[in-house]
């Protein structure tokens, strides 16, 4: 069983449950995570939370529960990092203490983590969950190739034509170069490109963004939204149109 004495793995907490702040003085922060793609973070490295079992603006975590999944507090709500998707707020707990919520999801910390990066908790109990919103994907108009899809970020994505229906034949080397577009969660975008939207599930166990059962992957020698270097690369690697 889990101890309570775990809990200073959480000390990276702290700055939203000790002190008052004005609004937009804190900021939570983003990783890209190998397995789960973009998930947020506290100041401090540590993984946050959803518990499903939470409603909107309600939480359903408390004594035991709290113990081990401790609640994210603050005084005032903290800012997102750039261009993350989606709101931070708060939401009252049945003591008075103020829990920061993500769209409106109540966020924890999980005692099982006990260094930045660790993401021990999620899947416990098919009902935690990093949070990661998944990648929105867009569309961008790239020189001389017109419109193709892009991540959230603005950075183009790719395909490889060795690759076959969801399934991925990029690993070890080609990995490094071509990061796969990785989720935790169902990928958006806007109508029509959401119909063509899926996952497949790599090697590792890792879930990557598929477009039309398409594996997508980003280029190492892109280095800022507008670039798209990686276009016929080997002659089987292409922008991807929507």
Request: proline share 8%.
């Amino acid at each position: 069983m889990l101890s309570i004495h775990r809990l200073t793995a959480f000390a990276s907490l702290a700055a939203f449950t000790c002190f008052a702040t004005p609004a937009g003085a804190a900021t939570l922060t983003a990783r890209q995570d190998p397995k789960l793609g973009t998930i947020l973070q506290s100041s401090a490295g540590m993984t946050l939370y959803l518990y499903t079992k939470d409603e909107p603006g309600i939480s359903k975590c408390y004594d035991q529960c709290a113990t081990a999944w401790p609640p994210v507090l603050a005084s005032a709500v903290p800012d997102l990092p750039a261009n993350f998707p989606g709101k931070l707020s708060l939401v009252a707990r049945k003591d008075g203490a103020r829990q920061v919520a993500y769209n409106g999801r109540p966020l924890y910390g999980w005692v099982g983590d006990t260094t930045p990066g660790d993401t021990t908790g999620q899947g416990v109990g098919k009902v935690w969950y990093a949070l990661n919103p998944g990648p929105t994907l867009q569309t961008a108009a790239l020189a001389k190739l017109g419109n193709n899809l892009v991540a959230a970020n603005g950075m183009t994505l790719y395909l490889f034509t060795k690759d076959t229906k969801d399934v991925s034949n990029c690993y070890d080397q080609c990995a490094v170069a071509w990061p796969p577009l990785l989720t935790a969660y169902t990928p958006t975008a806007a109508a029509p490109m959401q119909a063509h939207l899926g996952t497949t599930t790599r090697k590792d166990g890792a879930l990557q963004v598929t477009y039309g059962g398409k594996p997508l992957y980003f280029w190492v020698n892109d280095k800022k939204p507008g670039d798209a270097t990686g276009q016929n690369v080997g002659k089987v690697w292409f922008v991807v149109k929507p």
